[in-house]
């Protein structure tokens, strides 16, 4: 359940009291985890997979009630606020128009208030919010471009002279993006404390690659494949697959990984480290890219064209696995695999990934049925970047569904949604996890993401009366019946 499909009144999802009552009803229903998305800071596509910032909180998410309680705001400068006429999507341009008004009053009234306390905050996060923070300031400055764009070529190459200058010159704006942060970390820090206490833990996703226009790229351009002029030699993306014909091409640019291992892979320490002070599992989107990556040629139009390279595999995860032996992994490992892609997966120990809806092609056996799984993997019903099961039923090839009517023993007495959940929480898959959409039998509308589709996505919320006892009861019920009931996250 992304935190932006969470309901409130400001038309998207954020860690105020709804995220509250979320984690509340993950107590009833007796769930012990929450997977989410990314959480950093969204561009353009919206999408939390191309984020300004490896490591920042997205300003969205930081919710205004509670600045409101907190006296940062007055609860009547909130009336009358176009945040979207939809509650079941969010309308993204109407949250990019409003929101950073109410955040800047915000910092004009909490700034030498809380002086203390940020700078504490500034000093612990010193590896990368500076960055950010300028990074933010400057593309304002530049009227939002991306920093390949700007036209003074001393800011876009990094000199640590202009950058001194603009973070004089841009002091104004740097302390707004720096207080967003303070705000938004005191905020998670809260949330994650109270789901803590009801004995629920948080999985995060981490995105493989960081996004071109990111301040991760911009401030640290030796740690990528750019060239001279800080231009990328090829980008990241995947081959034609499952779910596009032409491929993904992401753009990402590509990790320079000599570099990166001269330093003992310094820059992914410093990534997980901050990642850990976000989630208490971390989901490795596009595992597989550790073993070998498609490297696409830059300026391509797709991902057709492009060839594979060796990874760091296991002399990067040996490294994280040593360095973080109290953080709990999981192996996106989804897409094309090669025998070399499971033995990375066997070596580093890591649990993959099972998806019941890859799993009745009726033309051949699938490594995704229930009865195939290792003990060591995670079972999801359906992903981000899958339809919900009602609309899997639609779209599905009959002789597919009906392989799963036949496997799962589906009926319209139970519900398609709800025999798919049995099927895969009764695996002997170490951890289930199925969508909201799912346990609330929603179609198509609510799909979260379509890969290779650029627009219409990351937008579905949940309505604020979507979930209630009866229906917490039915997920504690199935869950007691699989054996999965657990007193806490860390069980």
């Known amino acids: 359940m992304p935190i932006s499909s969470l309901p409130s009144a400001h038309g998207i999802g954020t860690m105020g009291r709804d995220a509250y009552a979320f984690v509340d ?25 191309q ?20 006296g940062l705001l007055d609860a009547k400068d909130l009336e009358g606020v176009d945040w979207g006429s939809d509650p079941t999507h969010v309308d993204f341009g109407k949250i990019y128009e409003n929101r950073f ?10 700034w030498e208030r809380d002086s203390t306390e940020v700078e504490a905050f500034v ?4 590896n990368w919010l500076p960055d950010y923070a300028l990074f933010m300031a400057l593309k304002r400055h530049f009227n939002m471009k991306g920093w390949a764009e700007w036209e003074d070529e001393e800011i876009r190459l990094h000199h640590p002279e202009a950058v001194e200058k603009y973070r004089k010159e841009l002091a104004e704006d740097v302390k707004l993006f720096t207080y967003i942060q303070f705000l938004f970390f005191k905020q998670w820090n809260a949330l994650r404390d109270y789901a803590h206490q009801k004995g629920i833990g948080i999985i995060g996703d981490m995105p493989i690659y960081v996004a071109m226009d990111s301040a991760d790229v911009w401030s640290d351009p030796k740690s990528f494949q750019l060239d001279e002029k ?51 599992v971390l989901r490795i989107d596009h595992f597989r890219g550790l073993e070998s990556y498609w490297a696409v040629p830059y300026g391509e139009k797709t991902a057709k064209i492009g060839r594979w390279v060796k990874g760091p595999g296991m002399d990067l995860m040996g ?12 192996a996106e490992d989804l897409g094309y695999l090669t025998p070399e892609v499971h033995e990375l997966l066997r070596d580093s120990g890591l649990p993959g990934m099972k998806v019941l809806q890859f799993a009745f092609d009726s033309r051949e056996p699938s490594d995704y049925l229930p009865h195939t799984y290792p003990r060591n993997c995670v079972c999801y019903a359906g992903t981000h970047d899958n339809t919900t099961i009602m609309a899997w039923r639609d779209e599905a090839k009959p002789e597919d569904y009906d392989m799963a009517v036949k496997y799962l023993g589906l009926n319209e007495e139970e519900g398609l949604n709800w025999g798919m959940i049995r099927g895969g929480m009764t695996s002997v898959a170490d951890l289930f996890v199925a969508q909201m959409q799912d346990y609330l039998g929603l179609g198509v509308e609510s799909r979260m993401n379509t890969p290779g589709i650029a627009d219409g996505n990351w937008q579905w919320r949940m309505e ?28």
């Open 319 to 330: 490294v994280l696995l040593n360095w973080f032996p109290n953080i709990q992994f999981i």
């Open 123 to 126: 000093e612990e996060n010193q």
């Open 464 to 491: 604020p009366d979507a979930i209630d006892e009866n229906l917490a009861e039915r997920i504690a019920e199935m869950t007691r019946f699989a054996g999965r009931m657990c007193e806490s996250y860390q069980a």
């Open 101 to 110: 008004q109410f955040l800047q009053k915000a910092t004009d009234n909490g």
């Open 230 to 280: 800080n231009v990328p030699v090829e980008v990241a993306g995947v081959p034609p697959d499952y779910f596009t014909a032409d491929g993904q091409l992401w753009g990402n640019p590509l990790y320079n990984w000599d570099a990166m291992k001269a330093d003992g892979y310094g820059w992914w320490i410093r990534r997980i480290e901050g990642a850990s002070h976000l989630y208490d």
């Open 51 to 70: 984020s300004p910032s490896a490591y920042a909180g997205n300003p969205y998410f930081v919710d205004l009630d509670m600045l409101c309680e907190d």
């Open 25 to 49: 009803f993950l107590a009833k229903a007796g769930q012990t985890w929450w997977q989410i998305l990314p959480v950093g800071p969204t561009s353009y596509g919206d999408s939390p997979y």
